[in-house]
Structures are given as C-alpha cells and as structure tokens.
C-alpha cells in the first residue's frame, strides 16, 4: 500500500528553512510564526488545494510575552551568553541594573536565628541564589516557599547548577525575574551582578493554516492530518529553531500533502497547521471551537509532532482510547517491518490533538523516539536531527491513513453525525 512518494531530502528541506534565521524561531518576533504560515499556505496553494478558510488562513489571537531586545547578564565581570549559559522564566518582567548576590541554603531556612538574620539583611536591590534546596526534604518549607515565591522583598532569583534549560512560551507577566544559570556558566560564588532584559507584553495576531484534498468517493468524510508550526521563538539574540518541536512535523504534513495532492483517497483529507501550541494548545482549541470543516464529518486526527527521530520507535497517544485502531496500526506496522515498536499510550494533553478529542473526534498523536536530547533548547537546531526513520514512519502514517478509509468503508462506519 505504501507510496513511493515520500521524499527524506524533501522534508530536511523544509526543516532547513523553517529552522533558519529568517524565521525567528517561529515565534512572536521578526514575525517568525506568520513568515512560517505564509510557506506552508503557499506549499498548499502550489499543489492547489481547497481552503475552507480565507487563503488558508483562520486568523485569531492571543497575548504573549516576547524578548524583542538585547538580553545582557554579566556576572563578577564574567558575560554570560543567552540560551547556552542563562536564561530566565519565560514571564519574565523587564529588569535593568546591577544587583548584590546572596545565597541562602537548607541550613538557613530550617535554623530559626539564621533565617531570621538571613532576613535582617537589606534584600531590596539584590538577587536571591537558590542552590540545592529543591531536592532536599526541608523542615520549614514554608519558608523556602516564601524565598521561592519572592515573598521576602529581594529583586529576583537565581537558579544555578541547571544541567539543562528548557524554555516555554507565557501568556502573562511573571511577578518577578527567576534567571537560570547553566550548571558550568560560573563555578565560583557569585558576588554580583549587572543585567538588562527587555521583555514585552503584546496581543498577538497569528494564524492556524488550513487546506483540503477532496475525496474521490465520499468528500463529506474527513481524515485529517495536523501538525504545529509554532515554536519558542527568541530571547534576545538567542534563537530556538525547533527543528525536531516541530519543523519535523510539518515536514511530515506537507510531503504527505504532496502525495495526497497528486493521488486523492476515497475520503477527503483536511491538513491543518496549528499556530500556538508551545503557548497552551490555543491554535487547536480554537479550531475546535470554530471549525471551517465539523467535527462530526471527521472520521480520525493524526496529529504529527517530534517526527525527527524513530531509531527506538513510535508512541501512539489514545492508542489505549481506540484499541481496534490501534490494532490496525500495530498491523501495518508489522507488516512493513517499518518501525521497531509502536508504544500504546493513553489520554494526555500533551499536543494538538487534546482538544479534538475532548470534543469525540478520534483522535492520536504520533511521536517518534530515538536517541535525541534537545527539547525547547537552542541546540534543536536542522543539522543535529537525523531523520533515520522518516521515511519509515511516513509509510506508516499513510498506510494507516488508506487502510483506516478502506477499513470504514468495508463496515461501513463512515462519520456520522453527532446529536
């Protein structure tokens, strides 16, 4: 059943350029995200495809906090180097000047008079280090709570020691700054401080990416295949490409569009590229409450995201929620030999799928594993993913894809229409 179609040069292509400078990380500056909605909506108008929506685009918004400026944090005179040595809390507030460094430690927070001395000290212009604590067992953890909220009057604090950062995207202002120090960034203690970081609060306008491949035999029976475009995007001058998170993804999404463009399937087959996952799933969400194409004519979701990889296989979540499809996975799967392992997962709100399923669509998301440590960072960059079971994987989603549509047909258990 398998395409020949499938194309691993095609996709490191469209990594390539959805992971360069030109896009910003696809997030909320440089116009990162709309430069990336505008490739794939002309990847689907090449192939001519149908826009249910306005020149592919459904248009909506959101607030976010962006980092549009140059991010500085010097350290005892040391400069430290954004996304490789330190980066803060996604909400960060701006903050501006030179700041004194205390520590504070377990020994502190559980021994009355130290703490108390501890907050006898003048707390306003300096930086609080937090070293240690979270994985002690404290006595008094209110007040590690009380030192962890910034409830205490210092300025900000500072996490140190992180063997690795994983940033996020916020839709509010953090109440105060909490800067994260890479574990091997500054190995002596800190004395003091000089930081300026800009951070913004702005609506932002974007937009989920929508086409459809109309089917031959049933055009009111929809598969349809997702994927997230978004990404992180830039804290100052550093960037986060998202190659794998998930430009590996809409790789994915748009060579199957290429080979579905060309040979259509018995169902109809709806592509839908989601704006705003990385910030809270909010791009699916609002399709699901505002769709171009019913839910109810809807026969299955696959949604694509971390596709990068595949060496140790593939994670089915909601295989535990349709195990008769699943099933039919595991099948194909066996069949071509195509992937060491297909995981069953259950529910989880962990990707664009979530909110489809919530509303009885049925729905999976697709992930590949393999050997491959970069997540939300700025070294899950084009050259360091591998690819060394996309075109595995793709056979697999597009057999699924038409065995699904056969199988439907043969039972006839077309989509019908919800109450």
Same mark, same amino acid.
């Given at each position: 059943?398998?395409?020949?179609?499938?194309?691993?040069?095609?996709?490191?292509?469209?990594?390539?350029?959805?992971?360069?400078?030109?896009?910003?990380?696809?997030?909320?500056?440089?116009?990162?995200?709309?430069?990336?909605?505008?490739?794939?909506?002309?990847?689907?108008?090449?192939?001519?495809?149908?826009?249910?929506?306005?020149?592919?685009?459904?248009?909506?918004?959101?607030?976010?906090?962006?980092?549009?400026?140059?991010?500085?944090?010097?350290?005892?005179?040391?400069?430290?180097?954004?996304?490789?040595?330190?980066?803060?809390?996604?909400?960060?507030?701006?903050?501006?000047?030179?700041?004194?460094?205390? @520590?504070?430690?377990?020994?502190?927070?559980?021994?009355?008079?130290?703490?108390? #001395?501890?907050?006898?000290?003048?707390?306003?212009?300096?930086?609080?280090?937090?070293?240690?604590?979270?994985?002690?067992?404290?006595?008094?953890?209110?007040?590690?709570?009380?030192?962890?909220?910034?409830?205490?009057?210092?300025?900000?604090?500072?996490?140190?020691?992180?063997?690795?950062?994983?940033?996020?995207?916020?839709?509010?202002?953090?109440?105060?700054?909490?800067?994260?120090?890479? %574990?091997?960034?500054?190995?002596?203690?800190?004395?003091?401080?000089?930081?300026?970081?800009?951070?913004?609060?702005?609506?932002?306008?974007?937009?989920?990416?929508?086409? #459809?491949?109309?089917?031959?035999?049933?055009?009111?029976?929809?598969?349809?295949?997702?994927?997230?475009?978004?990404?992180?995007?830039?804290?100052?001058?550093?960037?986060?490409?998202?190659?794998?998170?998930?430009?590996?993804?809409?790789?994915?999404?748009?060579?199957?569009?290429?080979?579905?463009?060309?040979?259509?399937?018995?169902?109809?087959?709806?592509?839908?590229?989601?704006?705003?996952?990385?910030?809270?799933?909010?791009?699916?969400?609002? @399709?699901?409450?505002?769709?171009?194409?019913?839910?109810?004519?809807?026969?299955?979701?696959?949604?694509?995201?971390?596709?990068?990889?595949?060496? %140790?296989?593939?994670?089915?979540?909601?295989?535990?929620?349709?195990?008769?499809?699943?099933?039919?996975?595991?099948?194909?799967?066996?069949?071509?030999? @195509?992937?060491?392992?297909?995981?069953?997962?259950?529910?989880?709100?962990? #990707?664009?799928?979530? *909110?489809?399923?919530?509303?009885?669509?049925?729905?999976?998301?697709?992930?590949?594993?393999?050997?491959?440590?970069?997540?939300?960072?700025?070294?899950?960059?084009?050259?360091?993913?591998?690819?060394?079971? *996309?075109?595995?994987?793709?056979?697999?989603?597009?057999?699924?894809?038409?065995? *699904?549509?056969?199988?439907?047909?043969?039972?006839?258990?077309?989509?019908?229409?919800?109450?």
């Amino acid at each position: 059943m398998a395409t020949k179609a499938q194309n691993k040069e095609y996709a490191k292509q469209v990594i390539e350029k959805l992971c360069s400078d030109e896009y910003a990380g696809r997030g909320y500056v440089k116009e990162g995200d709309r430069k990336a909605a505008r490739f794939i909506a002309e990847s689907f108008r090449k192939n001519r495809l149908g826009s249910p929506t306005i020149d592919y685009f459904q248009t909506f918004g959101f607030p976010v906090i962006t980092f549009p400026g140059e991010t500085f944090l010097n350290i005892d005179a040391v400069g430290l180097t954004p996304g490789r040595d330190f980066i803060v809390n996604a909400g960060c507030p701006s903050i501006k000047g030179k700041f004194e460094i205390i @520590y504070i430690d377990s020994v502190t927070i559980d021994n009355n008079a130290a703490f108390q #001395s501890f907050l006898k000290k003048p707390l306003r212009r300096s930086f609080i280090v937090i070293s240690g604590i979270q994985n002690k067992k404290l006595i008094q953890s209110e007040r590690a709570e009380s030192v962890l909220k910034n409830t205490i009057g210092a300025k900000g604090i500072i996490i140190d020691k992180q063997e690795k950062f994983t940033w996020t995207v916020a839709t509010e202002r953090a109440v105060f700054p909490i800067i994260y120090i890479q %574990k091997n960034a500054i190995k002596h203690t800190m004395i003091e401080m000089e930081i300026d970081i800009e951070s913004a609060s702005i609506d932002h306008q974007t937009q989920n990416v929508i086409a #459809s491949v109309n089917g031959k035999l049933y055009p009111d029976s929809f598969v349809v295949i997702t994927a997230h475009y978004d990404h992180l995007g830039m804290f100052g001058e550093a960037l986060f490409p998202g190659a794998n998170d998930n430009a590996s993804g809409i790789a994915m999404m748009l060579d199957l569009m290429n080979t579905i463009a060309k040979n259509p399937l018995d169902y109809s087959v709806l592509f839908i590229a989601f704006a705003g996952e990385e910030a809270g799933l909010l791009g699916s969400y609002y @399709y699901t409450q505002n769709a171009s194409v019913p839910l109810n004519k809807m026969a299955v979701l696959l949604n694509l995201d971390l596709m990068a990889t595949g060496d %140790k296989g593939m994670t089915a979540v909601n295989a535990t929620e349709f195990p008769a499809e699943f099933k039919l996975l595991q099948y194909i799967n066996e069949q071509g030999n @195509y992937l060491p392992n297909i995981n069953s997962r259950g529910k989880a709100q962990n #990707s664009d799928h979530y *909110y489809f399923t919530e509303a009885g669509v049925k729905s999976f998301f697709f992930y590949l594993m393999g050997d491959y440590h970069f997540y939300h960072d700025i070294d899950d960059k084009a050259s360091a993913i591998s690819l060394s079971k *996309y075109n595995e994987a793709y056979k697999l989603v597009y057999d699924f894809t038409v065995a *699904y549509i056969q199988q439907s047909i043969s039972n006839s258990t077309k989509p019908k229409e919800q109450e």
